[in-house]
């Protein structure tokens, strides 16, 4: 028996040996080079050429393996029919040489495209000399998912071997693509994906018990984790230590408020993962944080609902603060230890969860208020955080959501929102015949306003709700359905800082749009997903106070512009 096994052993590398070194198949090849051409074109956001590569690479193995799929069945179905095999010597060099055309115009027309883009968001030019790192690295990847995949065809052929014996063909056939698929789901989710979560958990749960340099424990019992505090400081997280250890002080708001404009300490309240236990708890927490605090006696208090690892952007506070003179108060509780790009994924739920309960804790306490002094209620939430806020007012139609935030808010401006949210996305999809996705018109106007990086909201006060996002920020925009459909931001007129050659191509663009999530914040302020910069602006269309004017605004811009670099941002 064992003499067998070592006899049959070295047939068995033999077969495989052979399988791994197959000549690539004509109708793979010829797929793949599309595939490959079609990655190399610009959609929203300029890339850096190690993206590029990946993107070459992968694009590449799945364009492969779509028409390698598509010659095996058309070459058992003409093997059916009687007919000989489509894979000739001249379709094979009209192949190869359209390999060599592709490759080379790439050389050429890649850094033309990318630059035309980088002078759209005004980003450093790249050179031509970039496209050879592109190729190299690309091609090991792309001889990286093609030993897998053949790897895992061999499997499916031994896995078809085995039921075809005892199934006829067609059932063999299925039999053995619901297996495959099966295991790879199964490998994928369980042995590779769930995996990484949880390193992503464990590795990002041992940053939050750290502090950023710079930050100290506040001294002012106006902040969660300073004196008399009800949330300890030290369970706080790295996000919560930031925001409350970084709040303006008075002193600093006298630099950035008009001379003679009286100034309080703002108030701050935050409650981290390990100050209690769940959201709901975090949420009550939170509120009587808020009383203590005295926050429901300031102008201004904002519900707002942070990003995967609890941030709360110091640039939109300290513009808040000082619009205001520090007569504010703003609230978060943290959701996740993961940051935004990963909590997008495995933490949706906790995120619409944290902005549900946070909103409705801090709304029944705010209703106890007298209506004549009790502060105008603001909800805020940037990026996934917008995500998690708007589930606080999801009445299924976009005129009932609308109608939830008229009511039970005096205002409120989402940033960056994703293309998931609840509320956003129907707006933009409902929107006003003639007006683009990436600035819609919806209604009169007068209710919800979209604005971007060519849009002002200077001298616009009072507005209910306010969306800012650029038409070239992909977080905005990716979804699934952009592998097999013309997404939303390729219809109509084209966003001012997206290229004129972006288009959509199956699965590619699905692809892209992935890779510039990973250039989301390499971008200047008004393009991606860098907000910064138009702080001042969003916040006074909807907390200025009485007597603001577009003048102030402007000033205050300025101020801010020339603010001192402070840790957290």
């Known amino acids: 028996m064992l003499t067998a096994i070592q006899a049959t052993t070295p047939e068995v590398h033999i077969r495989l040996r052979d399988r791994l070194r197959m000549r690539p198949r004509l109708l793979g090849l010829l797929v793949a080079v599309v595939f490959f051409w079609e990655s190399l074109n610009p959609t929203l956001l300029p890339r850096a050429w190690a993206v590029q590569a990946l993107l070459c690479g992968a694009c590449t193995a799945i364009g492969y393996a779509i028409g390698a799929s598509a010659s095996v069945i058309l070459g058992w179905v003409r093997s059916r029919m009687g007919l000989g095999a489509l894979d000739t010597g001249l379709g094979r060099r009209l192949v190869w040489s359209a390999w060599a055309v592709a490759v080379l115009v790439g050389a050429v027309v890649w850094a033309n495209w990318q630059n035309d883009q980088r002078e759209l968001v005004d980003m450093p030019l790249i050179q031509r000399s970039d496209y050879i790192p ?3 690295l690309g091609a090991v990847l792309l001889l990286v998912f093609v030993v897998v995949g053949r790897l895992v065809g061999q499997g499916a052929v031994a896995v078809h071997r ?13 039999t053995t693509v619901l297996l495959t698929v099966g295991f ?22 041992t940053v939050d018990d750290e502090t950023e340099p710079g930050i100290l424990r506040p001294t002012t019992p106006s902040v969660s984790g300073g004196p008399g505090s009800l949330v300890p400081w030290d369970t706080l997280g790295f996000q919560g230590r930031t925001f409350t250890g970084g709040v303006t002080t008075p002193a600093q708001l006298e630099t950035l408020v008009a001379p003679g404009t009286p100034v309080r300490q703002p108030i701050r309240v935050y409650a981290g993962l390990q100050s209690a236990d769940s959201a709901t708890a975090r949420a009550r927490l939170a509120v009587r944080e808020l009383e203590r605090t005295g926050a429901f006696d300031r102008r201004v208090l904002v519900v707002a609902t942070t990003t995967g690892t609890g941030w709360i952007n110091p640039r939109s506070a300290r513009s808040l603060e000082a619009l205001n003179g520090g007569d504010t108060a703003i609230v978060g509780i943290q959701y996740s230890y993961l940051p935004s790009w990963i909590s997008f994924l495995v933490d949706l739920d906790k995120a619409s969860e944290a902005g549900r309960a946070l909103y409705d804790a801090v709304y029944a306490r705010w209703l106890r208020e007298p209506a004549a002094t009790r502060p105008e209620l603001m909800v805020f939430g940037e990026s996934l955080g917008s995500f998690g806020s708007e589930h606080a007012f999801d009445g299924s139609t ?14 409120a401006l989402w940033v960056g929102p994703t293309w ?37 909201l200077l001298g616009v006060a009072g507005q209910p709700v306010v969306y800012q996002q650029h038409a070239s920020d ?10 097999y459909e013309r997404p939303a931001w390729l219809q109509g007129p084209r966003g001012y800082d997206v290229p004129d050659r972006a288009h959509w191509f199956p699965i590619v663009t699905w692809g892209q749009t992935s890779a510039d999530l990973i250039a989301g914040f390499s971008t200047p302020p008004g393009h991606g997903h860098n907000y910064d910069g138009a702080w001042p602006e969003a916040w006074a269309a909807v907390a200025a106070p009485d007597g603001w004017t577009r003048a102030d605004t402007v000033a205050l811009s300025e101020r801010l512009a020339a603010f001192p670099p402070q840790p957290g941002g």
């Open 184 to 205: 790879l789901s199964f490998v994928g989710q369980d042995f590779v994906f769930d995996r990484l979560v949880e390193m992503a958990n464990s590795a990002y749960s």
């Open 398 to 411: 976009p005129d009932r959501s609308v109608g939830a935030i008229v009511d039970g808010t005096d205002g």
């Open 420 to 456: 998931s949210n609840p509320i956003r996305t129907p707006l933009v999809l409902d929107r006003d015949a003639g007006s683009p996705t990436w600035r819609p018109r919806v209604g009169d106007g007068r209710t919800v306003v979209f604005t971007n990086g060519r849009r002002s």
């Open 474 to 483: 992909p977080v905005g925009w990716w979804n699934w359905s952009s592998a």
């Open 162 to 174: 085995g039921v075809a014996a005892v199934f006829p063909d067609w059932l063999a056939f299925l």
């Open 134 to 136: 592109v190729l190299i």
